[in-house]
């Protein structure tokens, strides 16, 4: 038995399912999770002493790497002066600014600890900023485990909401209406038959949590004039995008700017740390200085706000990380998709910056049910002749890759060599 088997037969029996988080636990892909030690740049070390080279990157934040030097300076400072206050301190006051200074939609901002915390207090404010209910997510959108984004529409766009999760009541779930991404068709009959209900429309602009989706063109900017002229708060749920897709996120790389963005991973430099803000006229409406309730005894933490500082310090002073990353990202996805061509398979793959997924169908993905044509049982076999080759992938066909800018020409074009002899073991 590996090490990692002995921790996992161990943690099954203490934790549900073994991990703090579902995905980790393999469950789509099968066999035994990696019990992670330690990690450095572009690499992460297991229990059992592995080396593997990351495309994960804990789901997004290392987007620098692992254990990129300033941060860890920046945290290292931190410790000495204790790790929490529960009252305000310089440092968020700072990161305040910056994050207004690099995010084009953000007036005013209020920092949580989580992507999830920060999607619940965005629908909560958009709520009371327009006294209506009802809000519009798309199939195939994640935006945390808060009870009224854990619902999915199956394949009727105009349904009114299923509960996804045991645990979400029939009365939250029926507030929630889906459409399928891409469709602003189905969005608008969902604004007509919803007159003057509809709080909000929350989304990922690039959606990563059904692998990684692209807007078409037109969508966003579609999205964008509904909700102005039916009153609807538009949410850009920036928690993948968010100083990744460009330091302002995807709003700025496509140029279209929301009402409220929530934020979350980079913006923590890997510590537990989210955010929400937008419009002032808005923000102005959360307690203390309005009637909106949201709150935290860790909200800002000073480590953690120290670790999220030197990351988006170093992002808005380096813009030759986003070109680096647009780089790393398009060589990868041309690899990968010359690998299938080689291996006769007519697969495809989105990609946009750092963001992108091999997705094992021939269909063009561009929504939740294209997503789920996938052959998932050979993305299993695919991900393990891949960690075989020493190379740490996301545990599922429906997920988004992350790179980082640690990652090399060379690393590059061994994971490429890889690609290409896992999908030939994979067939
Ligand atoms: N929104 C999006 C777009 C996400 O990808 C995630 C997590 N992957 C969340 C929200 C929830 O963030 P967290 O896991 O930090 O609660």
Known sequence: MTTSEQLFEKAKTIIPGGVNSPVRAFRSVGGTPLFIKSAK??????????????????????ILGHAFEPVEKAVRDAIQHSFSFGAPTRKEVEMAELIISMVPSVEKVRMVNSGTEATMAAIRVARGFTG??????????????????????????????IPDSPGVTKAT??????????????????????????????????????????????????????????????????????????????QERFGI???????????????????????AEIMDIVAPAGPVYQAGTLSGN??????????????????D??????????????????????????????????MFTPFMTERTVTNFSDAKTCDVSMFGRYFHAMLKRGVYLAPSQFESLFVSVALTDELIGQVIQAHAESLTEAI
């Open 41 to 62: 740049g572009p690499y992460v070390y297991d229990e059992d002493g592995n080396r593997y080279v990351e495309l994960i990157n804990s789901w997004g934040p290392m």
């Open 132 to 161: 209506r209910d009802k809000m519009i997510k798309f199939e195939g959108c994640y935006h945390g485990h808060g009870d009224s984004f854990l619902i999915a529409a199956g394949s009727g766009a105009m349904t009114m909401g």
């Open 173 to 250: 779930a029926a507030d929630t209406l889906t459409a399928p991404y891409n469709d602003l068709a189905a969005v608008e009959r969902l604004f007509d038959s919803n007159h003057n209900q509809i709080a909000a429309v929350i989304l990922e602009p690039v959606v990563g949590n059904m692998g990684c989706v692209l807007p078409e063109p037109g969508f966003l900017e579609g999205v964008r004039d509904l909700c102005t002229s039916h009153g609807a708060v538009l949410i850009f749920d920036e928690v993948m995008t968010g100083f990744r897709l460009a330091k302002g996120g995807a």
């Open 257 to 279: 700017t929301p009402d409220l963005t929530t934020m979350g991973k980079i913006i923590g430099g890997g510590m537990p740390v989210g955010a929400y803000g937008g419009r």
């Open 302 to 319: 000073p480590i953690a706000m120290s670790a999220g500082l030197a990351m988006l310090h170093h992002l808005n002073d380096h813009p």
């Open 321 to 354: 990380v986003y070109t680096r990353l647009d780089e790393v990202g398009g060589r990868l996805a041309a690899g990968f998709r010359e690998g299938f061509v080689k291996a006769g398979l007519n697969f495809t793959i989105n990609q946009i910056g750092s």
